[in-house]
């Protein structure tokens, strides 16, 4: 299994610029979810999603779009990329049999960058 | 939003020390837990919590989920150079989404 794989690794963007981050799981899990995690603030949880079609914002979801259409695939979407939204961004799933979802898995992390 | 105070920010320690940190929230969780993250990695899985009192151990680590509900510890014995990294502590109410601490910067010293 590759767990959870995040594509791309590194990213630069302009301002305005939009795209899409990949996350990917094979584990059949049902939960995923999008974090960022900024120096000293920890992790903060963007969207997440309890299964396919089902999504729901989590605490700092202001100028991030998600959707889900299969089990495996759990994308993210910058529409406008801003300066604001340089950072770390970890995807992560996990199953309700897994403690309630709560063990989750994290993928390795997309780092990018807003000039 | 809702916050949890992770202590000490960094840690720079000998290695054979013992090593304590510990995360404190001003609203209680049904679910503590326990993650460590590596240099340029995801984080990881340590130790997950469920029941209040609970005290559970993971080779050199043990945590423990505080009896009010609103903390939580972890205790790493006897460190090596490995344990170098990020901790952080997430509590839950169950429903699949975590709230994470700030992390602890842990630096062991050969």
């Known amino acids: 299994n590759a767990g959870v794989t995040q594509t791309p690794k590194f990213q630069v963007l302009k301002t305005g610029q939009s795209m899409t981050l990949q996350c990917a799981q094979d584990?059949?899990?049902?939960?995923m979810s999008w974090y960022r995690q900024d120096p000293g603030m920890g992790l903060r949880l963007i969207h997440y999603s309890v299964g396919a079609g089902i999504t729901d914002q989590g605490e700092v979801p202001n100028g991030y779009n998600v959707s889900r259409s299969t089990t495996e695939d759990f994308p993210l979407r910058l529409l406008s990329a801003a300066p604001s939204q340089t950072s770390v961004y970890f995807c992560a799933s996990s199953s309700p049999g897994g403690g309630g979802g709560n063990e989750q898995f994290f993928g390795p992390g997309t780092r990018l960058t807003v000039l | 939003g809702q916050q949890l105070n992770q202590s000490p920010q960094s840690m720079f320690i000998q290695e054979g020390e013992d090593v304590s940190m510990n995360c404190t929230s001003s609203?209680?969780?049904?679910?503590w837990l326990w993650y460590k993250q590596d240099p340029g990695e995801g984080p990881v899985l340590l130790i997950a919590?469920?029941?209040?009192?609970e005290l559970t151990s993971n080779g050199r680590l043990t945590a423990q989920f505080g009896i009010t509900r609103k903390d939580s510890f972890l205790n790493i014995s006897a460190s090596i150079p490995s344990d170098v990294g990020i901790y952080f502590c997430?509590?839950?109410?169950?429903?699949?989404?975590?709230?994470f601490g700030q992390g602890t910067t842990l630096q062991v010293k050969p």
């Open positions: 584990m059949n899990h049902e939960y």
């Open positions: 609203s209680i969780f049904n679910t």
């Open positions: 919590l469920y029941k209040a009192g």
């Open positions: 997430a509590g839950s109410y169950n429903t699949g989404k975590l709230i």
